[in-house]
């Protein structure tokens, strides 16, 4: 499905952790495919989501938050996030407009000085502040590098966001339609699953657990009818009091994460869901390469 008018292209989601990407991506997909947390540093691999149009189609590469790194997790997480860079044809850098300015971001900038791709700067978070501040923001980032185009949105509430999409479309080149119109990310079922369980996990826990939980899948299987998936999967974190709050009283906490996951597992994959969730220690794993590689974090993809 190739004509002469159809644009494509690969577009890179970077900034800050926390400022949103993850939600604007879920928003233009109209499907979570991106785990969504208030913690920073929530997405650990390049997630890709592709937005089809009749004459346009987008892959959006949402990259970890730009961050100094603090273990072997996030270097791996920074090669990820700056590798992306080179790689396509539009980048976003968002920012979270309630936030403003940062050193975080005078760190983004200075490695987008080494890039030719044209970037666009996408203030984000803007229902949250008043416009006064918002022109402000504009004026100061301006004198900062020279962006293409700046866009303000609101990724939660979808303001502007159809704006963003058509300056986008308008910078693609002519290309191929790399995936089907019905395929929403390159990421297989599995992958998505144990993010989704991540996510319910994070959020459950609150400041209780940082960022040390990884969740591997053990099985995924149809099984009788063939209209229930068993699923069986365990999470991973680095300290014995840890697993003692994902157990939570009773195995009350572990019970709740897998509920709420197996809602939204249920509805990614449209049947009947059984899940079976297991908690284990694995001390100081983020910073131990083969356990990495064994969680799907593998550098020499990147």
Do not use: C
Not at 108 to 137: G, S, W, Y
Not at 202 to 231: C, F, Q, W
Request: charged fraction near 25%; proline fraction near 4%; glycine fraction near 8%.
């Amino acid at each position: 499905m190739t004509n002469n008018n159809f644009k494509s292209g690969f577009v890179s989601i970077i900034g800050r952790p926390n400022v949103g990407k993850s939600t604007f991506l879920n928003h233009v997909i109209g499907q979570k495919i991106a785990i969504m947390s208030d913690k920073p540093q929530t997405t650990r691999n390049k997630i890709q989501g592709v937005y089809t149009e009749n004459n346009a189609q987008v892959v959006f590469i949402d990259t970890p938050g730009i961050h100094k790194p603090k273990h072997k997790l996030g270097d791996f997480m920074m090669k990820v996030a700056q590798n992306t860079l080179k790689e396509v044809d539009i980048v976003l850098f968002m920012i979270n407009a309630e936030e403003g300015y940062g050193r975080g971001d005078e760190f983004i900038i200075e490695r987008l000085q080494t890039t030719n791709t044209p970037v666009f700067l996408v203030i984000n978070k803007i229902d949250q502040i008043h416009p006064d501040q918002l022109f402000l923001l504009i004026d100061q980032y301006k004198n900062l590098y020279d962006f293409k185009e700046i866009v303000p949105i609101s990724a939660l509430q979808g303001n502007n966001v159809e704006t963003l999409l058509k300056q986008i479309k308008a910078y693609l080149p002519e290309g191929p339609q790399y995936y089907p119109a019905d395929q929403v990310t390159d990421h297989p079922e599995r992958f998505i699953v144990t993010e989704l369980i991540r996510e319910k996990a994070l959020h459950l826990t609150r400041e209780e657990i940082p960022h040390s939980i990884a969740v591997v899948m053990d099985s995924m299987e149809k099984r009788g009818d063939g209209n229930t998936v068993y699923i069986g999967a365990t999470i991973i974190v680095e300290r014995d009091s840890q697993k003692g709050i994902i157990i939570g009283k009773k195995g009350s906490m572990l019970k709740e994460i897998g509920q709420r996951a197996r809602g939204d597992i249920e509805a990614l994959l449209g049947s009947k869901v059984f899940l079976e969730l297991w908690v284990k220690v694995q001390k100081d794993w983020r910073n131990r390469m083969t356990q990495l590689r064994d969680f799907g974090f593998n550098e020499d993809e990147y």
